[in-house]
């Protein structure tokens, strides 16, 4: 077991993640493995579950939700192609680790998370960890943020039965929209990008999320 305060256990198991989890499995943009190198995912993971934080599975952050595996994470990430003028929109905060690989890669992250409970203390951590340029909302994060469009991407981190128009309505043109899109079992990694204002998409990985709570979201989810 690796101590709460092992900082070095930490790091050591976050190189192993990097390396095994990431690299060897076709992840190869520097910036992005760099940040993966960077952010302390133990500390978003609920203390029961810490020395399972650099493990290759999802784990549970409570309402439901999960932090997902690193690779999928870093997955959507290195498809999106941030640049460090970029604006991004996520929908769905969760424990926040996600965010914070984002804030690492991007210029500002506007994330919108539907339980304060999770919100909260998310925004506590990101703190704490010194990021800046981060602002958590509590709301539906299927309607995207209108009132602070438009953003360079967009990444949503529960399963939609569909690529939202608002989503996509909120893009820059050229902007890219990752989601995992299906039924509630089971979806697909699509990725979307606005070319001459219209959706050029391309499908990537097999994926499993927690269902999309919102008006655009399954029915019955939340």
Not at 55 to 61: A, E, F, G, K, R
Not at 112 to 129: K, N, Q, S, T, Y
Not at 163 to 180: H, K, M, S, T, Y
Request: with cysteine; aromatic share 8%.
């Amino acid at each position: 077991m690796i101590g709460s305060n092992n900082a070095e256990a930490f790091a050591t198991a976050r190189a192993r993640m990097v390396a095994e989890q990431l690299r060897a499995r076709g992840i190869d943009d520097d910036r992005v493995l760099a940040a993966f190198s960077r952010v302390p995912r133990h500390e978003f993971v609920p203390a029961e579950h810490r020395d399972d934080a650099y493990s290759d599975y999802p784990l549970p952050i409570g309402e439901g939700q999960t932090i997902s595996q690193p690779y999928i994470v870093a997955a959507m990430t290195q498809n999106l192609r941030l640049q460090p003028r970029d604006l991004v929109l996520e929908i769905g905060t969760g424990s926040g680790f996600q965010t914070a690989v984002l804030a690492e890669l991007a210029a500002h992250v506007y994330s919108i998370e539907r339980f304060e409970a999770l919100a909260a203390p998310a925004r506590g951590v990101l703190g704490r960890l010194g990021y800046r340029n981060i602002t958590v909302f509590t709301g539906d994060g299927s309607a995207g943020l209108p009132e602070l469009a438009p953003f360079d991407a967009v990444i949503v981190s529960a399963a939609a039965p569909r690529v939202n128009p608002a989503w996509f309505e909120q893009l820059v043109e050229g902007g890219r929209i990752i989601v995992p899109v299906g039924t509630p079992q089971a979806q697909e990694l699509h990725l979307v990008q606005k070319v001459n204002g219209k959706a050029s998409t391309t499908r990537l990985d097999p994926c499993r999320f927690v269902p999309l709570v919102g008006a655009e979201g399954f029915p019955g989810a939340g």
